[in-house]
């Protein structure tokens, strides 16, 4: 039952339902914000672990860079150039290939020649040997007769 004071008119019923109406939310309301949230939690974190999986990835390059930089300049240093493959490991994690063949820009080699280019072609593979990830690295060296105390010919 609706008290009312002295001289004050009963007002209308819909005025009354709506006033009691803005008292909160609806459980629908409070349940839909709820998956909304975590809809948007959901993409969030696949975006997190993706860019924490590209960060795995560009580390592991960087690794094998550095692998291939040290093994690259200190190959055949003190001892004559091989012609061949060999291979090795750095640790456990990563492994090498080492590729040396001639190399001339004209495709032979002049036989007069002090001095000779090789290729060397290294890959550098980590991972599971069933899907190996690797990374290729390429460079040339000189080399011939004791070409450190080698000056150049007079003109």
Known sequence: ?????????LSSISSI???RAQGGFSLLEVIAAIMLLAIAFAALMKVAGGSISLTQNA?????????????LDS?????PIKTGSSAGQFNSRFRWQLA???WN???VQPPSSPL???RLDLDVLWGPASR????HFSTLRLAGQDVANMTPAAP
């Open 1 to 9: 039952m609706i008290r009312r004071a002295p001289g004050q008119r």
């Open 17 to 19: 339902s709506s006033h």
């Open 59 to 71: 580390a592991d390059y960087s690794e094998a860079s550095l692998w291939a930089r040290g093994l």
């Open 75 to 79: 190959a055949f240093v003190g001892t």
């Open 100 to 102: 040396v063949t001639p």
């Open 105 to 107: 820009d004209a495709g």
């Open 116 to 118: 000779h280019l090789y």
């Open 132 to 135: 190996p990830r690797g990374a």
